[in-house]
Structure formats: structure tokens, C-alpha cells
T-cell receptor, first 114, second 115 residues
């Protein structure tokens, strides 16, 4: 069974501060995929990134960066120099190689204050 | 925008009634997944359809059923509505990847309220 844990329920920061969201996962699959989605107040889930279990290279995309560590089963996400528009709920998700469903964490609500 | 559309946007039903939610997938996608998201929680997988057949189901009772049409659009039907069925229902479309891990693109959701 797949399980995703996002221990942080809410994070509140002032604009321009960095925000790091933690995600810890459990799976018995040797091949699996990790995702981050953003859900703004409008409700639509927006895809941010996908990583497969064989690719531990960390990535930076603009103000977003991801840190994938198989040794600790973690897939953390950082927003650098946060902006008010980053305010949303962020979900970490996991799927196995033969399991096409996404298993989501409970989400972390990020509030960026001006 | 993802190109995935859902209708209706909002719906209010009473306990015991039946409801049908609709989803049009993104052009070129052949797989549709449905998720239920209760307030303050992460989405929970209901089921997935690939080429008009159910391809995996989450922990939901049989009164949750679905269809996928030849144009890959989909319906979610819920019979005998219960108060706990009140939630945001999300549809996601994807292009099936035999290796797994296909990116799923979500629609705006249908907010269902059961009174």
C-alpha cells in the first residue's frame, strides 16, 4: 500500500521568505513516481513536478526546487522568495509502476502575507 | 488551464437521491480518473477508466459507478446519496503510460452538497 505523509498542516510566511514543504512516503514498489500539485482557492489541482524513483537528481525551476532522497523516503519542495500568489494548498502524491492511481497526502496550506 | 472540463460546477442534492457528474478529458488523453476530496483533506481515488473499461478502483462502495465514452469523456454516478458524499469531485485525464506514473491533469471539480 502506498502512503504519503505531509506533517505540516499550515505554514504562514511573509512575502520573500523561503518556504519548504516536507513529504515522506511509504511504498513497497521498487519503481514509483512522486508528484507535487498545487491547489489554489479556485480548487483546480495544478501539476508542478513528477519524479521517478530512479532519478534522484534534484531540480530547480524558477523559484521552485525539489529535494528527493530515497534513503529517507522524502520528497521535499521549496519555494524561494515567496509571493502572495503562492498562497495555496500543496499536495504531495505517489503512484506505483503498476498502480495508476495517485495517493495524496493531506496537504499543506501555505499562506504568504504581503 | 488543463483543458479538462467538468459539469456542473456546483450541485445540491438530498439524501437518497442519485447524481451524475460529467468530465471531458484533455485532447489526446485516453484515461480518466475520478477523485473525491472532502473538506480539508487530500483527494481520494475512486476509480479510473481506460478505453471505456474500469481500470482500478479505490475503497468506495458499488453505489459509486462510472462510464467512459468512445471520445474518452466520462461520467461518475452516485446512487443513494449520503451526507458524507458531500465533497469536491475531481476528474483527471492522462495519456496512459505502460511504465506507470503518467501525469494526471485535473479539472476544476464539481462541488456536491448533500442535505
Amino acid at each position: 500500500a502506498q502512503k504519503v505523509t505531509q506533517a505540516q498542516t499550515e505554514i504562514s510566511v511573509v512575502e520573500k521568505e523561503d518556504v519548504t514543504l516536507d513529504c515522506v512516503y511509504e511504498t513497497r514498489d521498487t519503481t514509483y513516481y512522486l508528484f507535487w500539485y498545487k491547489q489554489p482557492p479556485s480548487g483546480e489541482l495544478v501539476f508542478l513536478i513528477r519524479r521517478n524513483s530512479f532519478d534522484e537528481q534534484n531540480e530547480i525551476s524558477g523559484r521552485y526546487s525539489w529535494n528527493f532522497q530515497k534513503s529517507t523516503s522524502s520528497f521535499n519542495f521549496t519555494i524561494t522568495a515567496s509571493q502572495v500568489v503562492d498562497s495555496a494548498v500543496y499536495f504531495c502524491a505517489l503512484s506505483g509502476s503498476n498502480d495508476y492511481k495517485l495517493s495524496f497526502g493531506a496537504g499543506t496550506t501555505v499562506t504568504v502575507r504581503a | 488551464e488543463t483543458g479538462v472540463t467538468q459539469s456542473p460546477t456546483h450541485l445540491i442534492k438530498t439524501r437518497g437521491q442519485q447524481v451524475t457528474l460529467r468530465c471531458s478529458s484533455q485532447s489526446g488523453h485516453n484515461t480518466v480518473s475520478w477523485y473525491q476530496q472532502a473538506l480539508g483533506q487530500g483527494p481520494q481515488f475512486i476509480f479510473q477508466y481506460y478505453r471505456e473499461e474500469e481500470n482500478g478502483r479505490g475503497n468506495f462502495p458499488p453505489r459509486f459507478s462510472g462510464l467512459q465514452f468512445p471520445n474518452y469523456s466520462s461520467e461518475l454516478n452516485v446512487n443513494a446519496l449520503e451526507l458524507d458524499d458531500s465533497a469536491l469531485y475531481l476528474c483527471a485525464s492522462s495519456l496512459r503510460d505502460i511504465r506507470g506514473g503518467a501525469e494526471q491533469f485535473f479539472g476544476p471539480g464539481t462541488r456536491l452538497t448533500v442535505l
